[in-house]
């Protein structure tokens, strides 16, 4: 699957974007980042863009988010 990958370099707060073909949405992330850090940006994504402009989010960040509200 393709994702648009959306998010902003933390040094500089610049715009970031990229199409990703991964499985899933970690990976299409991982690969994400690996792309930026070779273009010496410090990645924070935003958001993650599916089939039919669909914002998805990440089910690991969900865990994340209910473990620490536990």
């Not at 648009?4 to 040094?11: E, K, M, P, S, Y």
């Not at 199409?19 to 935003?46: E, P, W």
């Amino acid at each position: 699957m393709t994702y648009l990958i959306v998010g902003l370099d933390r040094r500089t707060h610049s715009r970031w974007h990229d199409n990703v073909s991964a499985d899933d949405i970690g990976t299409a992330k991982r690969i994400a980042r690996a792309r930026a850090q070779a273009q010496a940006i410090d990645l924070v994504v935003a958001a993650v863009i599916g089939p039919n402009s669909a914002v998805i989010s990440d089910p690991a960040d969900e865990l994340l988010v209910e473990s620490k509200v536990a």
